[in-house]
Nanobody, 118 residues
Framework: QVQLVESGGGLVQPGGSLRLSCAAS????????MSWYRQAPGRERELVAT????????KYADSVKGRFTISRGNAKNTVYLQMNSLKPEDTAVYFC???????????WGQGTQVTVSS
């Protein structure tokens, strides 16, 4: 059974930092590209950052470039999202996604809430 379990969300003041983690089980972790998405109330889910299966290729949404860093530890089956200089507009539920093309498979975590507010 495939499971992606996010952790590390919470309430933080503007300018603060959080580190999200997503632990995967039941999958060959290094076969999957890993991504973080987020969804704010009333808005569509959007891609925040993605990292290829061995970390060679990394991409970020323009809104988080220079503030967020995605990384992965294949030995620990875990992907991370370090979020610095947080802004109120970063408030959302953050989801972890594991994806591969051949064969096509995609899995989602349950999400973790991040709230940036004073």
């Amino acid at each position: 059974q495939v499971q992606l379990v996010e952790s590390g969300g919470g309430l933080v003041q503007p300018g603060g930092s959080l580190r999200l983690s997503c632990a995967a089980s039941g999958v060959a972790f290094s076969s999957y590209a890993m991504s973080w998405y987020r969804q704010a109330p009333g808005r569509e889910r959007e891609l925040v950052a993605t990292i290829s299966n061995f970390g060679v290729t990394i991409k970020y949404a323009d809104s988080v470039k220079g503030r967020f860093t995605i990384s992965r530890g294949n030995a620990k089956n875990t992907v991370y999202l370090q979020m610095n200089s947080l802004k109120p507009e970063d408030t959302a539920v953050y989801f972890c996604n594991a994806d591969r093309r051949f064969p096509a498979q995609s899995y989602w975590g349950q999400g973790t809430q991040v709230t940036v507010s004073s």
